[in-house]
């Protein structure tokens, strides 16, 4: 028996009719019933009795608190990291800050990373640039240290960190590392008061590590204080200096690159700007140890450039010995106040495992929507 088509099309028209209603009354109950499901993430490094990357920590290694209150852990995850490199490149008064060992430091941290880890480059002098967007290519990041890492007279360290802070949103909150490779000594005059730019790299969930040029720099500083001083070495690349004609016209530019002899600095000027940039560095060392400690970073401050060379490899170890493990906080997060700073302490359950954590979160309020 032969349906007719008419009924067939009216038959299709009414299930097309009731299903739409399904769909409508669906949405609309979603809506009546909004379910806001929450948890915070921390970055946690985990070591065995060794000081080696632990890779078996589990949910019941783990006791948090936050604000002294014990909290539910959900998850405990081991995932690449995105890393950025604000290399500090600025700084015409601290002759030991410079280009070739900020680049090698910058290069051996590249070069120790796991493959599947994503790095980006800034530089920071008398502007702040973006050298390498995210990328997996570590030898193009070697190429590009190699070739755009350029010095400048002034640091606007503050504007870097905010440029930092940016260039993490365009990855997933996960596991965030900003390495710092300065001296932490700022030029005035840039777009970013001190105080907010730390406040903001708190708030952005990334672990902070800092390799320092401070204890580097005060010998450098302390004989530049000096009236009477050693002449060091040339800061013009050898490479420059080796091209010159074959001439006895440039010998004498020769001897000057060469260390050696005596110098007299009679600059009462120059005198009090290093005495100023002592103290600066002073300052900006505490600052950024705080930092570390509270994002749950590490600072390095080694007393010679091959020392600085080799933590570059170390922060690298670091950045990939941290697992994000998650709980869902007693109280909701979206409850409190925007800038609400809640306290957090990671205790190991396991005889054998140390852990490092971030010591806080704080609250973006209708933000974090």
């Given at each position: 028996?032969?349906?007719?088509?008419?009924?067939?099309?009216?038959?299709?028209?009414?299930?097309?009719?009731?299903?739409?209603?399904?769909?409508?009354?669906?949405?609309?109950?979603?809506?009546?019933?909004?379910?806001?499901?929450?948890?915070?993430?921390?970055?946690?490094?985990?070591?065995?009795?060794?000081?080696?990357?632990?890779?078996?920590?589990?949910?019941?290694?783990?006791?948090?608190?936050?604000?002294?209150?014990?909290?539910?852990?959900?998850?405990?995850?081991?995932?690449?990291?995105?890393?950025?490199?604000?290399?500090?490149?600025?700084?015409?008064?601290?002759?030991?800050?410079?280009?070739?060992?900020?680049?090698?430091?910058?290069?051996?941290?590249?070069?120790?990373?796991?493959?599947?880890?994503?790095?980006?480059?800034?530089?920071?002098?008398?502007?702040?640039?973006?050298?390498?967007?995210?990328?997996?290519?570590?030898?193009?990041?070697?190429?590009?240290?190699?070739?755009?890492?350029?010095?400048?007279?002034?640091?606007?360290?503050?504007?870097?960190?905010?440029?930092?802070?940016?260039?993490?949103?365009?990855?997933?909150?996960?596991?965030?590392?900003?390495?710092?490779?300065?001296?932490?000594?700022?030029?005035?005059?840039?777009?970013?008061d001190r105080v907010e730019a730390l406040k903001r790299v708190a708030a952005s969930n990334a672990v902070v590590h800092v390799i320092s040029y401070t204890n580097t720099s005060r010998a450098t500083m302390k004989n530049n204080r000096r009236i009477f001083r050693n002449r060091d070495k040339s800061t013009v690349p050898d490479d420059a200096v080796n091209s010159l004609p074959d001439d006895p016209?440039?010998?004498?530019?020769?001897?000057?690159?060469?260390?050696?002899?005596k110098t007299a600095d009679v600059d009462p000027e120059r005198q009090r700007r290093v005495r100023e940039y002592e103290q600066a560095m002073d300052g900006s060392e505490w600052r950024l140890k705080s930092l570390s400690n509270e994002?749950?970073?590490?600072?390095?401050?080694?007393?010679?450039?091959?020392?600085?060379?080799?933590?570059?490899?170390?922060?690298?170890?670091?950045?990939?010995?941290?697992?994000?493990?998650?709980?869902?906080?007693?109280?909701?997060?979206?409850?409190?106040?925007?800038?609400?700073?809640?306290?957090?302490?990671?205790?190991?359950?396991?005889?054998?495992?140390?852990?490092?954590?971030?010591?806080?979160?704080?609250?973006?309020?209708?933000?974090?929507?």
């Amino acid at each position: 028996m032969r349906i007719p088509i008419i009924i067939i099309a009216l038959a299709l028209m009414t299930s097309m009719s009731i299903t739409r209603e399904v769909l409508i009354d669906r949405v609309r109950a979603q809506e009546r019933l909004r379910i806001v499901v929450e948890e915070v993430q921390l970055p946690v490094a985990a070591y065995d009795n060794y000081g080696h990357f632990d890779p078996s920590l589990m949910i019941d290694d783990l006791l948090i608190l936050e604000n002294g209150v014990p909290q539910e852990v959900r998850s405990v995850r081991h995932i690449p990291a995105n890393v950025v490199l604000l290399l500090d490149t600025g700084g015409e008064i601290n002759a030991a800050k410079n280009i070739r060992t900020t680049r090698e430091i910058a290069k051996n941290l590249v070069s120790t990373l796991n493959g599947q880890d994503k790095v980006s480059v800034l530089q920071v002098s008398d502007k702040v640039e973006l050298l390498q967007d995210w990328t997996h290519d570590f030898k193009q990041v070697a190429e590009v240290l190699d070739t755009k890492l350029l010095s400048g007279r002034r640091s606007y360290f503050s504007d870097g960190l905010i440029a930092a802070v940016k260039q993490f949103r365009e990855q997933p909150t996960g596991s965030r590392h900003l390495v710092l490779i300065t001296d932490g000594v700022e030029t005035p005059g840039g777009k970013t008061d001190r105080v907010e730019a730390l406040k903001r790299v708190a708030a952005s969930n990334a672990v902070v590590h800092v390799i320092s040029y401070t204890n580097t720099s005060r010998a450098t500083m302390k004989n530049n204080r000096r009236i009477f001083r050693n002449r060091d070495k040339s800061t013009v690349p050898d490479d420059a200096v080796n091209s010159l004609p074959d001439d006895p016209g440039f010998d004498q530019l020769r001897r000057l690159h060469k260390p050696g002899g005596k110098t007299a600095d009679v600059d009462p000027e120059r005198q009090r700007r290093v005495r100023e940039y002592e103290q600066a560095m002073d300052g900006s060392e505490w600052r950024l140890k705080s930092l570390s400690n509270e994002t749950g970073g590490h600072i390095w401050l080694p007393e010679s450039f091959d020392e600085m060379i080799a933590n570059g490899a170390a922060a690298a170890r670091l950045i990939d010995s941290e697992y994000v493990v998650t709980y869902k906080p007693k109280r909701t997060v979206i409850s409190a106040p925007e800038g609400e700073v809640s306290h957090v302490e990671v205790v190991s359950r396991r005889v054998g495992l140390s852990v490092i954590s971030r010591r806080h979160y704080i609250a973006l309020g209708k933000k974090q929507l």
